[in-house]
């Protein structure tokens, strides 16, 4: 039988049906019937992001179960959850661990998915009330996820906000030294070293650019890359949000993810969803925002290659 060659060109939109048709089966496109380009979107209109203020989105390595939080007006932030059952997401609800005293924010689950880090004010027993925030994780088991506690030395003796982990189990943070006023917090980093974390570094100047607010780390997976919030005499607006690719090791000057990310308002807590495509972050001004995404796979390319003819 002879054999037919398909045009190169029908076979490109073969293979572009193809990926759409996967795209549209994503358990994180089951919100919108828009799949976000280079033109971010509001993630989950109406149900995860609604007429209260909400930021810092995080998901598991399956995409099947969602946390993020949520701040109604004139009340503390609390921490939402979903989980993907027989192909459809349950309604928010607030998670299993939330708050009797104090208020939760900012949940960050592990590339490895054995962990969910979030901050909070409760109290470490039912006596003793902290002086401020601090991060407290969950552990993944066979039954769940386990009673919350707080994190160990020498994190639990400082002030550590919006915590993401690698895959190696180094963290990143935002942070500062006693006495540091908010607007002088920036970027920290805690190695793993033998199971435990035993300093905290503060990342060097490449990320911890001269500006205001510097904070709001998402590391990748494998350290290649970290995206974070800072406000900038050379910015678009308030915050907004800048990229560091580590090359070898040493870490590059902070590029501005630019104009089709970056606004007037304000732009902040970023992560990227578990199989590398969408970039999610905040949105919003003074009491209002929401959580948008966009596709990332490109927008780290065309950073990647502006950087290479630079």
Same mark, same amino acid.
């Not at 060109?9 to 073969?14: A, E, G, R």
């Not at 309604?91 to 901050?119: C, M, T, V």
């Given at each position: 039988?002879?054999? !037919?060659?398909?045009?190169?060109?029908?076979?490109?939109?073969?293979?572009?049906?193809?990926?759409?048709?996967?795209?549209?089966?994503?358990?994180?496109?089951?919100?919108?019937?828009?799949?976000?380009? =280079?033109?971010?979107?509001?993630?989950?209109?109406? !149900?995860?992001?609604? =007429?209260?203020?909400?930021?810092?989105?995080?998901?598991?390595?399956?995409?099947? %179960?969602?946390? #993020?939080?949520?701040?109604?007006?004139?009340?503390?932030?609390?921490?939402?959850?979903?989980?993907?059952?027989?192909?459809?997401?349950?309604?928010?609800?607030?998670?299993?661990?939330?708050?009797?005293?104090?208020? =939760?924010?900012?949940?960050? $689950?592990?590339?490895? /998915?054995?962990?969910?880090?979030?901050?909070?004010?409760?109290?470490?027993?039912?006596? $003793?009330?902290?002086?401020?925030?601090?991060?407290?994780?969950? %552990?993944?088991?066979?039954?769940?996820?386990?009673?919350?506690?707080?994190?160990?030395?020498?994190?639990?003796?400082?002030?550590?906000?919006?915590?993401?982990?690698?895959?190696?189990?180094?963290? #990143?943070?935002?942070?500062?030294?006693? /006495? =540091?006023?908010?607007?002088?917090?920036?970027?920290?980093?805690?190695?793993?070293?033998?199971?435990?974390?035993?300093?905290?570094?503060?990342?060097?100047?490449?990320?911890?650019?001269?500006?205001?607010?510097?904070?709001?780390?998402?590391?990748?997976?494998?350290?290649?890359?970290?995206?974070?919030?800072?406000?900038?005499?050379?910015?678009?607006?308030?915050?907004?949000? #800048? $990229?560091?690719?580590?090359?070898?090791?040493?870490?590059?000057?902070?590029?501005?993810?630019?104009?089709?990310?970056?606004?007037?308002?304000?732009?902040?807590?970023?992560?990227?969803?578990?199989?590398?495509? #969408?970039?999610?972050?905040?949105?919003?001004?003074?009491?209002?925002?929401?959580?948008?995404?966009? %596709?990332?796979?490109?927008?780290?390319?065309?950073?990647?290659?502006?950087?290479?003819?630079?």
């Amino acid at each position: 039988m002879k054999q !037919v060659k398909i045009p190169s060109v029908l076979t490109f939109l073969l293979v572009f049906i193809i990926s759409c048709q996967d795209s549209k089966k994503s358990n994180l496109t089951l919100f919108s019937d828009q799949i976000p380009t =280079d033109i971010p979107l509001v993630f989950g209109q109406g !149900v995860i992001s609604t =007429d209260d203020y909400e930021f810092a989105i995080t998901f598991n390595p399956e995409m099947d %179960e969602i946390y #993020y939080t949520r701040r109604k007006p004139e009340e503390n932030n609390e921490i939402y959850a979903m989980k993907l059952i027989d192909g459809q997401w349950t309604k928010p609800e607030l998670a299993f661990f939330s708050a009797k005293q104090g208020w =939760d924010f900012e949940p960050h $689950i592990n590339p490895k /998915g054995n962990r969910l880090y979030f901050g909070s004010t409760r109290p470490f027993n039912d006596t $003793i009330q902290p002086s401020g925030l601090h991060q407290w994780y969950s %552990e993944k088991n066979k039954s769940g996820w386990s009673q919350p506690i707080p994190i160990e030395k020498p994190l639990v003796d400082r002030f550590v906000m919006y915590l993401t982990s690698s895959e190696n189990g180094n963290l #990143y943070y935002t942070s500062g030294e006693k /006495g =540091d006023k908010p607007e002088d917090w920036v970027i920290y980093k805690s190695v793993k070293e033998e199971g435990q974390y035993r300093s905290a570094k503060r990342m060097g100047n490449e990320i911890n650019f001269s500006g205001k607010y510097i904070a709001h780390p998402y590391i990748a997976p494998d350290e290649s890359y970290i995206i974070y919030d800072g406000e900038s005499n050379s910015g678009y607006g308030d915050n907004d949000l #800048y $990229i560091s690719f580590n090359n070898n090791g040493t870490w590059t000057e902070a590029y501005n993810l630019g104009p089709k990310i970056n606004t007037d308002q304000t732009e902040m807590t970023p992560s990227v969803s578990p199989d590398g495509k #969408y970039l999610f972050f905040h949105r919003g001004e003074d009491d209002y925002g929401d959580i948008y995404w966009v %596709e990332f796979m490109h927008l780290k390319k065309e950073l990647l290659e502006n950087r290479s003819n630079n």
